[in-house]
Structure formats: structure tokens, C-alpha cells
């Protein structure tokens, strides 16, 4: 096991890795917390043994995740050490063993009634569930912490990743490393040098391991897996929908009165005939909501990480762009025609109900003096020139959320949604 000295090192050409004080064991974050209770160890013996502990670290926030337990001789230093951050084993949550070594595993007794994830097993209690781990997917706790499979120190290794620290992106590694100046001695432990290898120079994160933390600094390293990414889209969407149905609502009551839809309604044109084809109301509303419920449902972890839901949302999606497509075209439409109204002017002096702008080529839109055309609904241009800008605005938002996730669904069918257990 190395010292504390200094080391650093470029890992895939842009990250710093540096050994972190063994004082600095608290990595504090939003919304949780990284501590190492416990730092594992490596040494050698002058009798070719080797004596060794696997490093336990505690993560903390709206779940609590234990990341290995240490070797059955550290139970009773375990139970003080939670009981000193006022945990009991019950308090904890998920308990993840980063591979099946005694070291790592030794006290996972103490935990019943936690989600067990030990290598690419995942259960709770005596029931076992799929987590793709073993075809190389990544299974989420939650949208902050996730289980990646990092195999080769044994067939089914795994880290744990937690992302918001102070320390930025954080990977506990367990043995992908055996100390903090591991430069090529983990290849004596290894099962499969060459997929471990592999590993170690794809990580780019954070981590503490067996022995010395260590850092890989990453100002920007964040992972938007496919299910959060389809929230990201979903929930702007709830809110494009009632917004494209209130406009269109209140398309139909000019100057906010009544009247006029009645008058219409007894055959006498009154409102804006764009109006009546419900672009807001059938695309941009109820084409928009649809997909917006079954996109935010596919973030969900279901059988085969929801590989089905996230196909399926690739149809709901298109479904929101035509939606969006048709929402645009009304909206457009309805800017360049102008509002029906009671109009006249020096060349029209007789009022009468009509569009007056539908051949201006929108350009009443930049002469606001045109506006006084309109007689009656009071207003009326600039009404519709802001619900129809609204519906438009909302409908190319509407379009480019969509559009994205027709390519996060794809992506989705191949990786899953990376949802984990709420």
C-alpha cells in the first residue's frame, strides 16, 4: 500500500488523478453526501501472504446506500460507525457489494430488510429481479445514484456512482484498484486483465477505492440517462398542453365576450376561422398531454429496463410532432389572415364582417395602424396576434421536445431507461 504522496496522472487525455487526505473522508453534496467510514487496505507480508480490507463507504440523501461491509471482522466497527451518524442497520436502504470477495461482503447479515445488490445480482430478501447489469446496462438507484458493471478484478464487479459531490461525480470502485500508486500490480488479482484494464481507462469520475482515495477530476462529468432525459421532456410538455388548450379556448371569445361565438354558432361568421380548426386544442393539447403521459411513464424501471416503453414512446412522440406540425400550420395561419372582425377603412368605408388582412401577407403584423381597421371585437387584432404567437411558440417547443425524444427512445430500446427503484 502506498503513502500519502503526491500522484498524478491523465486518464483518457483530460483528468487529473490525485490521492485525496486521509483526514478528507466526507464529501458533502446535494442531495447526498458521500463519507468513507472505513479505508480499505492492501499490504504485503514477508511470507507471501497479503493481508487486506475492502474500504465501506456510506452515501447518504434520500436513500441511504451502503457500498461494501467490510470483512465479518469489521461487524462490530460497522454497527458503531453507523450508529455514530444515528443509523441503525434498518435505516439502510440499499447495501451494494462491489463483488462477492469476503472482504466486501462479510457482513451483509446485518442488513434484511435493505435492497441487496452484491456483483450483478439485485434482490430483496429471497426474491431476485433482472438489473441488465450483466449485458453491461447500468441500474439506477435513483436519478443521482446508479450501479455501473466494472468486471475484471472478478467476473462481476460493480461501482457505484453518485453524482453532485463536493468532489464532483463520485465512482467507489471496490477493487478495480488495489491502492492509491496501483500502477500495474491489480493485474496480479485480476480474473481478466484485459476487460479490467478496459475499465480502469474508461472511468472518468471521482472515486475513492481499496486503499488511498484517489481522484479523477472532472468539472463536467454528469450522465442524463434515457429515462431522466425522458422526464426532462415530459414535464415541459404538461405544461405546452393546458397552455395550448387555454389559447385556443379563449380564441373563441374575442375581447373576452361571449357574444360573438353565439352569433357565430347561429350561422353569422363571427369568429376567426382558424380558431375553429383547433390547433391548439387537438395539437398542441390533446396530442401533446397523450404523449406527455406515456413519455414520463417510460422513466419508470420495468421488465428489461422498460425497453418496450421507451419503444412505444418513439410512436407517442411522433404522434406529438404531428400534433406540433399541425398546432404550427393553424397558428401560422391564423397570424397571417388576422382576426375576422366588423372592419373598415378609407377605401372600405362601409363596416363589414370580414378578414380584412387575409391578403396582406402578414404585414399588418409590423403596421399597428392597420389594427384600427377592425371595428368590433374591440381589440381584437392584438388578442389574436398573442394567443396565435403563444400557439406558435408553443408548438416549435413542442416539435423539438418531441423530436428529442424520438432519438432518446431509440436510445432507450438499446440501453434501457437507467431507472432504478424509486
Known sequence: MSGPEKVSKLVSGQFQKAPLSELHTDFSGQPYSVSVLKVGYCVCQADDTFRADGTITLITGPKTVLVDTGGPWDRDFLLTALKGRGLEPTDVNVVVGTHGHSDHVG??????????????????????????????????????????????????????QVKGTSAGTVLVVGDLFESCSDEDSWRDLSMNVAVQEFHINTREYVFTNDGKMESVVDPSADIMCTGACSKFVAIPLYVLAPVSIICNIMLFFPDFETKYAAEDRDGQQRITQEVKYMGGLIGGGIMALIPAIHIHLTSAQKCCANRCGMFLSIGFAAAGVVGGLYSLSVASLGLANGPFCLWSNLYHPIPTWGAPFANSSGSYLSDTDMWKWCR???????????????????????????????????????????????
Not at 395 to 422: D, R, Y
Request: aromatic fraction near 6%; proline fraction near 4%.
Open 376 to 422: 368590433a371585437p374591440e381589440n381584437v387584432v392584438g388578442f389574436n396576434v398573442a394567443l396565435f404567437s403563444t400557439l406558435l411558440v408553443s408548438a416549435c417547443i413542442q416539435l423539438i421536445l418531441c423530436g428529442i425524444q424520438m432519438v432518446n427512445g431509440l436510445f432507450g430500446c438499446i440501453c434501457g431507461t437507467c431507472a432504478g427503484k424509486e
Open 107 to 160: 457482513n451483509l447479515s446485518l442488513f434484511p430488510t435493505a435492497l441487496m445488490i452484491v456483483g450483478y445480482d439485485v434482490s430483496e430478501g429471497d426474491t431476485y429481479r433482472a438489473s441488465g447489469l450483466s449485458e453491461g446496462r447500468v441500474y439506477c438507484i435513483d436519478e443521482h445514484v446508479s450501479v455501473v458493471p466494472s468486471p475484471g478484478h472478478t467476473g462481476q464487479d460493480v461501482s457505484v
